[in-house]
């Protein structure tokens, strides 16, 4: 009897033990998935490093990609393209020249999807459109819209944000080129917490996988997700704590013009967009993580947009305290502007391949979570 | 006979002994280098929401088990414990091998050295050790219970 009594003691232990620890294990799932709390998973090597190109120039910008092939944009040598050859590390100066004479320009952003470039300028406001190879920029468009940013999403189609004439404040929006130009904005896209320009200010992202736009706040915890159209809008939260923008802005000067008090506090610095992920490297500590590592290397953080949660994160390592200025994700390779350098990594399976959201079990998922989710998940149609 | 009855003393106590050093050693270890036992844990990919208090929760278990596993009177409680314990972990292991989304780097604590698989059978061995002790140390068996 007895000895039957330990055998029941004996089996009760494990069981509760085993009980215990699955329990543990299912709601810390929970817990790092869907409550947003501050906490990062680092998975083993998502990406690995092929080796640092030094490109000279710290003006550079990434442009866009053709293939294996980087396009670098100067910002202090608007006409000026530096194409790389990622696999190769070859390195080739192009000059981009206007069809017409006299363009007058101020401020040229230049931005390359296959098979075209674009030379953007908002504040003229015009875009130029040429050829890959051939380098001849043509009119596209002229006088239709100003625009503090643009995005080519493809030879028709371009995301912008811009001012709303209407409120004043800074504004989303598409123009397509049909016969004509179609302006299209939706103010309800940014929401405004303080003055509605500053506050609001972040990156403009795509991914032309899944067909998808976006947009990430430099100054608190959200971005926002779009189809082309800038409908299905999905608003997520980052990981991070900061739900209203901490800045603060002095009286406007003689001629008007606002500018920034004290240094803001970014959130959300860089970032870019690859098949179902959105990446953006911030520079806030986690739980459990250590200060040294912020002087070495800079994280990102990878989040599912389609699934709505956060995925996992990792490092981009500093050069000669140097960090990253911007980043981008094209066909496994992770491209990282430090410096005059850049850092090209190897993306590795299966953080990148997409096979998260294209997994059912993962989709069925998402929509159960999506109903009953802490996070602010919104969608207007 | 005479020498089985020997060892129905003897093991319990070996185990006890056997057990105690065991914690005694891996939660010193965790407290030695305790920043890098609570960041391990902390991205380890089971608990990390929990780490803030389990960092401090596996040590303080591990010392109390090893010092009451020594005391006659708590022995049976303490063998109780520390087969919990070690199924907790072995579990532990299993979940993160099977379950999780990605396998980390180090498992930190007690004897980093050791592999994954290894850990299981070292686990496992303890498992069945303390079964042992447990069974053997039950108070008063009525002679019939053991079969020999």
Known sequence: ???????????????????????????????VHRNNAFIRRYPPHPITKLYDLDVIHNSYYIAGFDRDLLYLGNRSAPWHLLQVNMRTRDTLPIRLTPSGNGLRYRSIHTSVLPPYFFVMDGTMPFILRGRLGEWKAHA????????DRAVPVDSHLMFIRTISSKTQKSTLGIIKKTTGFQVALDTTLLEAQIDGIFDVDGTMVLSKETSKLGYVYYYRNQFMTMNLEMKGLHRHRTIDTVETAQISLAEPNLKGDVSMKSPPLFINKATCMSRNLLLIVSDRLGKNESEEMLDEATIVDAYDYLKGSYEYSFYIYDIKKHKVREFAVHEGYLVALLDTQIS?????????????????????????????????????? | MKGLKHLQVWIPYAVSILCSILFIYAATSKLWDFQNFKTQLGQSPILTAYAEWVVWLVPLTEYILAFLILADRF???ALYGTLGLMTMFTTYIVLVLNFSDYIPCTCGGVLEAMGWTEHIIFNAFFIVLVTLAILLSTPKLPPKAIPT
């Open chain 1, 344 to 381: 090209v990594y190897e993306t590795r399976e299966p953080y990148f391949d997409g096979s998260i959201s294209t997994n059912n079990q993962n989709i069925k998922d998402y929509l159960l979570a999506s109903s009953g989710r802490r996070s602010k998940t919104r969608t207007t149609e």
């Open chain 2, 75 to 77: 022995r049976l409680i």
């Open chain 1, 1 to 31: 009897m007895i000895a039957n009594n330990s055998y029941i003691k004996i089996f009760g232990t494990m069981g509760l033990s085993i009980g215990l620890m699955v329990i543990l294990f299912l709601s810390s799932e929970q817990e």
């Open chain 1, 140 to 147: 596209w468009m002229e006088g239709a819209a100003f625009f």
